[in-house]
């Protein structure tokens, strides 16, 4: 399955497999998007794989938003690699 973004408001909903090649999908929709809202909230409850480059592109999304101090919010029981790389942050 391909990645597919849907959103309303500031609540993004990412369905699919965000890997190296659909890469490019998350970084267009997400670019520069602190310059336009506050608060985002992501669910990737729908996700059902994610290699390393999507979980480098989904930190450096919450790196930007600590950057612009803006709030990130990310919700749902997606990837185990998501969680075990922000628990090794909070961690070091």
Partial sequence: ????????NNFFKIKGILNKNSLEVFQNEFNNIFEK???LTISI???ES???YGVNALAALHNEAIQKNKSLSIIGLGC???YNHFKA????
């Fill in 80 to 82: 185990k690699d998501l």
């Fill in 1 to 8: 399955m391909d990645l597919r973004i849907s959103n309303c």
């Fill in 45 to 47: 409850q729908d996700i």
């Fill in 50 to 52: 994610m290699d390393r």
């Fill in 37 to 39: 809202v506050n608060n």
């Fill in 89 to 92: 942050e909070n961690a070091a």
